[in-house]
């Protein structure tokens, strides 16, 4: 039987400016799926990269005094140094000025152009440098301006090769109304069936060329020299390049990916991309997955453009590696906006992490030291133990059922429902009590909150990545699966415990937000 297989990929990051905090979401959430399918034993690939031509590269290359090489160098590996410091765990990283890039978008243009679904022509249309693509003035905010860049666009008129979209537009629209849940969630649906009505309806076709007069950092057209590939166009096929398209082995196995986005990028994944896809005879993608914005300051996008973004080397420094994962997975509700603040983030961190999850393995790992020197084997189940294989049953099943449907911050809210439950018992069952009055029982309570504990960790470890399993190490218990069922799955061992990892510190802020 074949392996099952499970592939994702990050949007491909422009190096106009180095990762922020926007990235880094986009790329654990990727990265927590990851792990997460890995964990059941699928085989994975994940993918993410850099999107490194076009207007707005050779500007910020200008800007810093640097040839567009050497920029897109430094920044892609800007982004690549900053996934390697937070454990990414991608298979591969493109670049959009690899070889093996141009390639496969040289090939798919030839194929197209073959076919007659490119075409040459003139347009004039208001141009964002921002977005790189033309606005319709539905897309303008009330200003005129980029509702993303909040910058007017350019009027631009020039010739270029054209896209023959509407061709496929009707195709895809029927595909994806007899396939809604392509789009995830659903609300995106909506938002791209009215986007394709609007396109069909204006007819036009899209622009895959930038004259190279204007634009020279591109992917140059393997019919017409004069013209260089439209960034989007270019970037898009970065997903089917990297793994080899059209024969390469991997590109076998993992074709087709799921993608993940902000909702920023819809109208390329969700239109663009899609009918270019079936001009070339290429299968659809998978999924759709988009995500909302993280809000800075004012509650706005946080975006390198608005100078409010945040440094994900620094967020790692100040707040720790798995702290930092769990703040973004726990408190983004995906497909919904999310503020980040100091106050949300304390508020989140101290709750969830130092109090709920760090009080319980405190307290007790350190009975467990005093009254007993470390972990036994062979000791008989408590009596809370019953209700506690049910829930831990319940909720692993909840866990499940939400990391298959994208929802992270679910899947962590079902474990901590049992964390919660352990804190309750200890406070019911008072072990420090037993240990005077009722030592028979002590024993037994302290194994089944271990056995809880290592439940939980079990589960917790796609986000936890490095004090989870420190943890588990400490306790050294072992578990048949590595997402156990239940706590009947969880074998304590014998195991003197005299120190284990810090656990999370709590987070002190000033009364005033400072976002
Ligand atoms: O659009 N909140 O690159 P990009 C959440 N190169 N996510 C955010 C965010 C925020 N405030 N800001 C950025 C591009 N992101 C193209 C993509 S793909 C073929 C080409 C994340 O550097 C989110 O994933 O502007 C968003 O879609 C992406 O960064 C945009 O990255």
């Known amino acids: 039987m074949k392996e099952k297989t499970f592939s994702i990929t990050t949007p491909i990051y422009y190096v106009n400016a180095k990762p922020h905090l926007g990235h880094t979401y986009t790329t654990i959430a990727c990265d927590t799926l990851s792990r997460y399918h890995r964990t059941k034993g699928e085989k994975v690939f994940f993918l993410t990269g850099t999107d490194e031509h076009g207007d707005k590269i050779v500007k910020a290359a200008e800007a810093a005094g640097k040839t567009a090489?050497?920029?897109?160098?430094?920044?892609?590996?800007?982004?690549?140094?900053?996934?390697?410091?937070?454990?990414?765990?991608?298979?591969?990283?493109?670049?959009?000025?690899?070889?093996?890039?141009?390639?496969?978008?040289?090939?798919?243009?030839?194929?197209?152009?073959?076919?007659?679904?490119?075409?040459?022509?003139?347009?004039?249309?208001?141009?964002?440098?921002?977005?790189?693509?033309?606005?319709?003035?539905?897309?303008?905010?009330?200003?005129?301006?980029?509702?993303?860049?909040?910058?007017?666009?350019?009027?631009?008129?020039?010739?270029?090769?054209?896209?023959?979209?509407?061709?496929?537009?009707?195709?895809?629209?029927?595909?994806?109304?007899?396939?809604?849940?392509?789009?995830?969630?659903?609300?995106?649906?909506?938002?791209?069936?009215?986007?394709?009505?609007?396109?069909?309806?204006?007819?036009?076709?899209l622009s895959i060329s930038r004259p190279r007069s204007r634009l020279t950092w591109g992917i140059e057209l393997p019919f017409d020299k004069e013209y260089v590939t439209y960034v989007w166009f270019d970037a898009l096929l970065n997903y089917v390049s990297a793994m080899g398209y059209p024969d390469g082995q991997v590109y076998g196995e993992f074709w087709p990916a799921t993608h993940m986005i902000a909702k920023d990028i819809l109208k390329p994944h969700a239109v663009y991309w899609p009918t270019m896809l079936l001009a070339a005879e290429i299968p659809l993608y998978s999924r759709l997955l988009v995500h909302g914005y993280w809000l800075g300051w004012g509650d706005v996008k946080m975006s390198k453009s608005l100078g409010n973004a945040l440094d994900p080397h620094d967020l790692k420094k100040n707040l720790g590696e798995d702290a930092l994962r769990f703040f973004l997975m726990r408190e983004m509700n995906f497909g919904q906006d999310a503020r980040f603040s100091e106050d949300v983030l304390s508020r989140r961190l101290n709750t969830d992490l130092a109090n709920d999850l760090g009080n319980l393995v405190q307290r007790t790992l350190s009975m467990l030291k005093k009254y007993f020197g470390g972990t036994s084997a062979d000791i008989p189940p408590h009596s809370m133990e019953a209700d506690l294989t049910a829930l831990s049953r319940q909720k692993g099943k909840e866990f499940h059922e939400a990391m298959d449907n994208y929802q992270i911050h679910k899947a962590i809210e079902a474990i901590f429902e049992i964390v919660r439950y352990l804190n309750g018992s200890i406070e019911s069952h008072k072990p420090w009590a037993m240990a005077k009055t009722n030592s028979d029982e002590l024993a037994p309570f302290l194994q089944s909150l271990l056995k809880g504990i290592v439940f939980a960790l079990s589960y917790l470890q796609i986000v936890l990545v490095n004090k989870a399993p420190e943890l588990l190490d400490a306790i050294d218990a072992k578990t048949e699966k590595s997402f156990p069922k239940s706590v009947a799955d969880i074998v304590i061992q014998k195991k003197e415990i005299t120190e284990w990892p810090m656990l999370f510190a709590r987070i002190e802020t000033n009364a005033e937000e400072t976002a």
């Open 69 to 205: 090489q050497e920029y897109t160098d430094e920044i892609s590996g800007l982004f690549r140094h900053a996934w390697e410091e937070l454990h990414i765990t991608n298979d591969d990283f493109i670049r959009t000025t690899e070889e093996r890039h141009k390639n496969v978008v040289g090939q798919v243009l030839t194929k197209l152009h073959n076919k007659g679904d490119i075409y040459l022509s003139s347009y004039t249309g208001k141009y964002c440098f921002g977005c790189e693509r033309y606005l319709t003035d539905k897309e303008l905010d009330e200003n005129g301006h980029c509702p993303d860049h909040k910058i007017p666009p350019e009027l631009i008129e020039e010739s270029n090769y054209f896209f023959r979209m509407q061709k496929y537009l009707p195709v895809w629209k029927e595909m994806l109304a007899k396939n809604p849940e392509i789009i995830y969630p659903e609300r995106y649906y909506n938002e791209v069936m009215g986007v394709i009505d609007e396109l069909i309806k204006g007819g036009e076709d």
